[in-house]
């Protein structure tokens, strides 16, 4: 069926809160507003205030409770109205969901799922657009997804939710109203899986979230090109921690050519750690030097033309893939 | 007033006082390292308070954790062995003297961000309210911990939520160095701070064990019960310095004021009541000074003879798989 990235992420929902009692929803306006962008739309009338938990304006507080919630046997899912606030809960995410495991000696264990979207979206300034997956995913004890279509959002985040470990399951604005196939029924997706979403001969385009569309879009308009046709393979990471860097080897290996696309900044970013992952397990493969595309090291700005500036977009990743053909 | 049951009040208070003890000197002996902070002169509240709990109740803490995981029943070979970083030690080696934790028993953890570990405590508390248990939860901090957000935060949100909660301010007058009034607005009377979210909130003298027990059991009771957060502001001290890195008096409090509070050394206290109420003898408390000091003997023994940690280990309980 035909569903948006929103509709998919609530059937998701959905169907885990219908699974397992253990499962709870928790964050601004989640209940009766029905979600900041309406990701929760009908939870509350379905399941109720116990199972939808509306909170007041402090992530420090309610992720830190969730996290208390988690150890006590309850497996929540707390939905950041946008992940520029998981910095304000950052010390509840990195010093106690990813540590308690590990500082008990496998005593104790923290299954939850932080959600909500990040990146950039239409002109929300420097606080409310950013790119934040690179700062959770260098903590070891966090897993770190991102998926781009509806079709992983669903299967992503019901792994999400079984899964027991602190999940960071970052979405996009951009992406809530945006189309894709969905399985009917019930299906998940392993969180680790990177997966090709187009085959290509000529050079490979790693692009995880909203810049797999750009990546794809691009790759099209590339193969379109009558007098300088190039082949690209898109692979979608999906999951950035734990990266499944074999599927992304192998198409590297294939092509010897390789394209990262990232909206986060430049300077240690998601990027640059694929690059050099790349580089230890297929440095002899490679023709050319790896080139990233990447946000600007600028806070965001928000005047238009400043913000498109600071943005990867498809012009920039068919540029950069030309620069890598040689 | 019932023999056994105050001389068991006093056998805990000793065993925890004499395994600080030890443990400053292990740490002189560099067989235990990092940061160590000692409960001595506290040992009132933790005793006092869980001898007020069941067993299947949630306790968590701050990094001065020692006395509060002994006093939950866990085993001292397990507690010190982990100080001394051995793969026998209740988390493997991987804790140490700040992140003790014995989930069997339900000692959820010491925690050493200040303030960071109230939100888990109100968690622990929401975790037993969804699933329409009876447990409490009892979370121990000092007071250097009420200004900071997460501790406001979680005022409100167990307030709002009427979460089976305790909040046990352990209020020993000194944030590391900073004393209590130049750090707290409202430094004269800080259960104030969670009386302004609806919170019912005493005071106790917390070198008083018995005084502490008994309201605990008023508190644990009410809350249990009638599931709301509770507030104790327990007036204690501690005769050491704030870790193994300062004096015991150290630059911000003075010999005189240390000597003075040694006075009232809850032990002391209690030994007091006992003799006043001829419930026991010098003779007891010598036999219980004997008994600790082979607890505490073959606590060091056995930490000293485990093995540390195999590197293979480095990697295990990161994620569970």
């Known amino acids: 069926m035909l569903v948006t990235y929103r509709e998919a992420l609530n059937q998701a929902m959905r169907e885990e809160l219908r699974r397992d009692e253990r499962v709870f929803l928790i964050g601004e306006e989640v209940g009766y507003y029905q979600g900041a962008f309406k990701v929760s739309k009908g939870f509350v009338e379905e399941f109720g205030p116990r199972r939808v938990w509306d909170t007041p304006i402090t992530e420090a507080g309610f992720t830190g409770l969730a996290i208390g919630a988690a150890m006590g046997g309850l497996h929540p899912i707390v939905e950041l109205m946008t992940f520029n606030f998981a910095i304000l809960a950052m010390d509840q995410i990195v010093n106690n969901a990813a540590k308690i495991r590990y500082m008990s000696g496998g005593q104790l264990s923290v299954p939850i799922v932080v959600r909500g979207p990040g990146s950039a979206a239409h002109q929300l300034a420097a606080q409310h657009s950013q790119s934040l997956e690179a700062w959770f995913s260098h903590v070891p004890g966090l897993k770190v997804i991102a998926p781009a279509t509806p079709r992983d959002a669903k299967g992503l985040l019901k792994s999400a939710i079984r899964d027991q470990n602190p999940v960071m399951f970052i979405e996009a604005q951009l992406l809530y109203a945006t189309k894709g196939e969905v399985p009917e029924g019930e299906y998940t997706i392993p969180i680790g899986q990177a997966e090709v979403k187009r085959q290509g001969r000529d050079v490979t385009i790693v692009a995880y979230s909203k810049m797999l569309l750009l990546a794809l879009e691009a790759a099209e308009e590339l193969a379109r090109d009558r007098d300088h046709r190039i082949d690209a393979e898109v692979v979608d990471p999906r999951t950035l921690k734990p990266l499944d860097l074999d599927t992304i080897v192998s198409s590297v290996k294939k092509t010897g050519r390789l394209v990262i696309v990232e909206e986060g900044w430049r300077f240690a970013g998601m990027g640059a750690q694929i690059a050099e992952s790349v580089y230890r397990e297929a440095f002899d493969f490679l023709d050319a030097p790896i080139v990233r595309v990447t946000g600007e090291d600028v806070p965001m700005p928000y005047s238009r033309p400043l913000e498109d500036a600071a943005i990867p977009d498809q012009a920039r990743v068919r540029a950069a893939v030309r620069q890598v053909m040689g | ?321």
Not at chain 2, 89 to 99: A, I, R, T, Y
Not at chain 2, 249 to 260: F, I, N
């Open chain 2, 1 to 321: 007033m019932d023999r056994e049951d105050l001389l068991s009040l006093y056998r805990q208070m000793l065993l925890i006082r004499r395994f600080e003890e030890k443990s400053a000197e292990m740490y002189a002996l560099a067989k235990i390292a990092g940061f160590l902070h000692l409960y001595i002169g506290e040992e009132a509240v933790a005793v006092g308070a869980i001898a007020a709990l069941r067993p299947d109740d949630y306790v968590i803490s701050a990094y001065r954790d020692h006395g509060h995981c002994l006093a939950k029943g866990s085993d001292p070979n397990r507690v010190m062995a982990e100080l001394f970083g051995k793969a026998t030690g209740l988390c493997k080696g991987k804790g140490g003297s700040m992140h003790l934790v014995d989930e069997p028993r339900r000692f959820m953890g010491g925690y050493a961000i200040v303030g960071g570990h109230l939100p888990l405590a109100v968690g622990l508390a929401f975790a037993i309210q969804y699933q329409k248990h009876d447990q409490v939860a009892l979370c121990f901090f000092g007071e250097g911990a009420l200004p900071s957000g997460h501790a406001h935060e979680a005022f409100n949100l167990a307030a709002l939520w009427k979460l089976p909660v305790i909040f046990l301010c352990e209020n020993n007058r000194y944030a590391m160095g900073t004393p209590i009034e130049r750090g707290i607005a409202v430094f004269h009377n800080v259960a104030e701070m969670a009386r302004s979210y609806g919170i019912e909130a005493v005071q106790v003298d917390g070198m008083d064990v018995l005084a502490v027990r008994a309201l605990l059991r008023d508190v644990v009771a009410r809350v249990r019960t009638s599931p709301a957060p509770y507030f104790v502001e327990a007036r204690t001290y501690r005769f050491m310095g704030h870790s193994m890195a300062d004096p015991a008096h150290g630059h911000y409090r003075t010999r005189d004021e240390v000597e003075e509070e040694r006075k009232r050394d809850p032990l002391l206290l209690l030994r007091q009541t006992l003799v006043k109420e001829g419930l026991a003898s010098d003779a007891d408390f010598k036999r219980l000074e004997k008994e600790i000091g082979g607890v505490v003997a073959e606590a060091i023994r056995f930490a000293d003879e485990s093995p540390f940690p195999d590197p293979g280990a480095l990697y295990e309980d990161v994620y569970v798989e």
